[in-house]
């Protein structure tokens, strides 16, 4: 058991869920641990929540995509078989249940700036941030998936970096509503004097962006935190720039320790040199843990999970990401040069490394064993704990974003293993104390956008 001193950074642990069969770009529905076939029971997304807050994560992240995958325009019929990304559902409709169910859990959303106008995508959150008495952060993403999910919408695709251009003027279009429209104190709801909203604190916000235009005023009052936590992921060039300007939290998904640590220390730099305090920037890493009681027993049951994965499973699954069919490649060749207008991390998390670089072969047997997840900790639970603060402490990321391999057992094990060993060693908390994401995520009283991000600027009339 690591010792402690008392000022090691507290952890944070978030869980990642999609009412999808299967995460991580694998294929793990037939385990028979595995209920992720429950996906359309709200009684599974209450139980999770509930187990969640009784572990005290920070935290339910649900991602989500319009699209889906396909190989040289078709969709293959492995993604049928083993459910690959269809069917799934709208994450966001589960929310209200769920956090009425664990009423301090926070909730973190998916939501594309290619495909949902900013102006309803801003009320949907608001409405959330209201419900949850501000638990709500917002994934924002530029769309994996997004060849097919642009055909869905009967729309061409938008190249890759221009994605991010929208996002930024998407979020610019945001914050005016969320930020600009409503005064803290506009709402008075004085019957006596049949005043519900002062009229002077409820501003017209207009703003004209090369995407995305709003001239009104929002729909819905200011809830507890304004603009939901901001969560982001994506470590291409123009996804780090995104991330530096306006992520408050930012989901990495490294290889190795030292690619993850030179993401957290390229981010800080990133968003100081946007303005903003060091900091600022949240890293989360996707990890995927396997504890069990003995090392022997997480060894078996990891080799387990990774059996379910076959080569055809994992060439549509990298498909699905990058658009890329690996299996029209002699295996033989090497991976570097091939490129995509889809999701570039998926690409470059294999396109540099120490030695010879990888052959396609490489590729394929890596994303069968590993799919799009990110580190992967396995072994007894003193193991694990050494490896998650080792991770934590050797690259300066700030917390987790659980990966199951099965539902609810890897939630489970860890909730059984992991997360009171963290609490023993002084690096998880015991209880929640404070009331709103953000003031989770950063310390009690910040409920709004701090001064030095963009989304502050919107708030005008704080500073008329
Ligand atoms: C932990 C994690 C969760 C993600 N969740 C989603 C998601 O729910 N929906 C989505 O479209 N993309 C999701 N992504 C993908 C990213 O938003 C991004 O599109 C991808 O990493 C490629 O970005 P890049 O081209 O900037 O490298 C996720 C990525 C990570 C690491």
New binding site residues.
Partial sequence: MPSTSGDEKQIKLGL?E?PVLNVGGMTTWTHPENQTHRYADLSYWVETAQRLQDATFDFCFL???YGHGEIGGARPDVNAREAMELPRLDPMLLVPAMAHAAQQLGFVV?A?TVFEPPFANARRFSTLDHLTRGRVGW?V?????AESASANFGRPMVP?DERYAMAEDHLLTTYAVLEGSWEDDAVLADKASRTYADPAKVHRVTRTGPYFSVDGYSNTAASPQRTPVLF?????K??LGVGARHAECV???GSTKARLAEHVATLDRLAVEAGRAPGSVKTMV?LSVVVAPTREEAERRYAEYLALNTRESAIASYALFTGIDLGAHDPDAPFAGIRTEM???QV?RHARTDGPGPTVGDVIEAHRTRGSRGMVAVGSPDDVVEQVLDLADSTGVDGF?LEPFVQPGSVVDVAEHVVPRLRAAGRFRTEYTEDTLRERMFGAGRRHLPADHPGAAARTWATA
């Fill in positions: 990642f999609t991602a989500d995509s998916t594309s994934n993403v530029t769309s994996s998936f890759h982001q992921a994506g470590t291409s123009a996804g989901f990495l998904q996707g999701g570039q991390s470059e974003l």
